[in-house]
């Protein structure tokens, strides 16, 4: 059991430009969620899915954020169009269908020029 | 909607005092209540959680009692260490708690920075 990992750990865009970024979850769980964190903030959660199928969205995941899952087991949150506002930290966390504890990767510091 | 409060920080204390950071939440049915802690440079971690009213949940000196009548999940440890300077949030899931199977989505405070000095 490696944990969560997610690549890649910091990303440098320009306005405008896509970035997609990737979630390995610990190989047992089904589980698996993003959430975003802003400076002083807490993570806000964005978006659930359970296997590969996303159950759950926020209204903070506008039209340019797509996450997949396919097969159930890596997932992907692309940015399409990035803006300054987009700069976060992406945080991604997975738990098995047996408790509510989720464990969470080290995060993508996107940073938005 | 779910909604989770911490006390305003910094917090900075002295090597061995007695921390406490509250939190009270807002929420329907019974959610599960966690605190996770952010180590400078590290990712979240679980740091202890309770899911049912008056449970309590510890782990490496730090204490949290799932208070139902007064929505509240307060953290405490009674002797700081250097190490253990963070940031600390509060959260709660949005479903499960009671001794069922939580999977939902977690809302968290806005953390709390601890300092502690030698």
């Known amino acids: 059991d490696t944990g969560v990992s997610q690549d890649p750990r910091h990303k440098i865009t320009k306005r405008g430009q896509n970035v997609t970024f990737r979630c390995d979850p610990i190989?047992?769980?089904?589980?698996l969620y993003w959430y975003r964190q802003t400076l002083g903030q807490g993570p806000e959660f964005l978006t659930y899915?359970?296997?590969?199928?996303?159950?759950?969205k926020s209204r903070l995941l506008s039209d340019r954020f797509s996450a997949e899952r396919p097969k159930g087991s890596f997932s992907t949150l692309e940015i399409q169009r990035t803006e300054q506002g987009d700069s976060a930290m992406y945080l991604c966390?997975?738990?098995?269908?047996?408790?509510?504890?989720?464990?969470f990767g080290p995060g993508t510091r996107l940073t938005v020029l | 909607g779910n909604s989770v409060t911490q006390m305003e920080g910094p917090v900075t204390l002295s090597e061995e005092a007695f921390l406490t950071i509250n939190c009270t939440y807002t929420?329907?049915?019974?959610?599960?209540l966690f605190w996770y802690v952010q180590y400078p440079g590290e990712g979240l971690q679980l740091l202890l959680k309770?899911?049912?009213?008056?449970d309590k949940g510890s782990n490496k000196g730090f204490e949290a009692t799932y208070r139902k009548e007064t929505t509240s999940f307060h953290l405490e440890k009674g002797s700081v260490q250097v190490s253990d300077s963070a940031v600390y949030f509060c959260?709660?899931?949005?479903?499960?708690?009671?001794?069922?199977?939580?999977?939902?989505?977690?809302?968290f405070g806005q953390g709390t920075i601890l300092t502690v000095h030698p």
């Open positions: 309770a899911t049912k009213a008056d």
């Open positions: 929420a329907t049915g019974y959610p599960s």
């Open positions: 959260a709660l899931s949005a479903l499960g708690g009671a001794g069922g199977t939580s999977y939902g989505k977690l809302t």
């Open positions: 966390a997975s738990s098995s269908p047996y408790t509510d504890t989720q464990y």
């Open positions: 899915f359970q296997n590969e199928a996303q159950l759950e």
């Open positions: 190989s047992e769980h089904n589980r």
